[in-house]
């Protein structure tokens, strides 16, 4: 069993398009993480919530919104597509302060 | 302000020789540290972590790490690099109660040379 998974893996899709990424993770912990990693692979931290309320939020556009339906699912809906989204966005999962378990990712192109 | 510094951008190791990756963090709390590799075209994979105690913490795949306060580093060693090291090595700081919010350093990419 795959404690953290994403779908899909590969998105491909143009400009001004709308589109979502699932999450779901199968540890039971009570946080989980949206980071998008960019071209030089430097990851940073979007959003995150702990047992459904949102406790973080980076700069990030309000084009992006995260929504978690229950403690084991965190979804990321992305408006209005740009060439700057393209990226590996990552889900994160674990039991705050301590460490993370991450998803395979989902490597969205933008054209 | 709170960052991680991976001063090696691109290691090359021959196969079998000792690796040391150098991670130094700044924070203004107690952190929690991190070692992550991430293999080509996959998530992230936590090596080790250190939260308190022994400043000499083993993990996976033979790899260690030691925690030192007075030069604020984590640095990440293996005595005996093998051929699927190869891969991106990223350190992370954290620890707020609150969030468990992580900061990555750039990642260190390691070449093994046969």
């Known amino acids: 069993d795959t404690a953290v998974s994403q779908t899909p893996k590969y998105l491909v899709t143009q400009m001004g398009n709308d589109k979502s990424i699932k999450c779901e993770q199968n540890?039971?912990?009570?946080?989980m993480y949206w980071y998008k990693q960019d071209s030089k692979k430097f990851l940073k931290i979007m959003f995150s919530?702990?047992?459904?309320?949102?406790?973080i939020n980076e700069t990030v556009p309000n084009r992006f919104s995260p929504k978690s339906p229950d403690k084991a699912h965190l979804n990321l809906h992305i408006n209005s597509l740009e060439l700057g989204d393209s990226a590996v966005y990552f889900c994160?999962?674990?039991?705050?302060?301590?460490?993370?378990?991450f998803g395979p990712g989902t490597r969205l192109t933008v054209t | 302000a709170q960052s991680v510094t991976q001063p090696d951008i691109h290691i090359t190791v021959s196969e079998g020789a000792s690796l040391e990756l150098r991670c130094n963090y700044s924070?203004?709390?107690?952190?929690?540290l991190f070692w992550y590799v991430q293999s080509p075209g996959q998530g992230l994979q936590l090596l080790l972590k250190?939260?308190?105690?022994?400043?000499l913490v083993q993990g996976i795949k033979g790899f260690e790490a030691e925690f030192k306060r007075s030069q604020s580093s984590f640095n990440l060693r293996k005595p005996s690099v093998h051929w699927s090291d190869a891969a991106e090595y990223f350190c992370?700081?954290?620890?707020?109660?609150?969030?468990?919010?992580?900061?990555f350093g750039q990642g260190t990419t390691l070449q093994v040379k046969p």
């Open positions: 924070y203004g709390a107690t952190p929690y």
């Open positions: 994160a999962c674990g039991q705050i302060p301590y460490e993370q378990y």
């Open positions: 919530y702990n047992n459904k309320e949102l406790i």
């Open positions: 992370a700081v954290g620890g707020s109660s609150n969030t468990g919010k992580l900061i």
């Open positions: 250190y939260f308190s105690g022994d400043t």
């Open positions: 540890l039971g912990h009570d946080t």
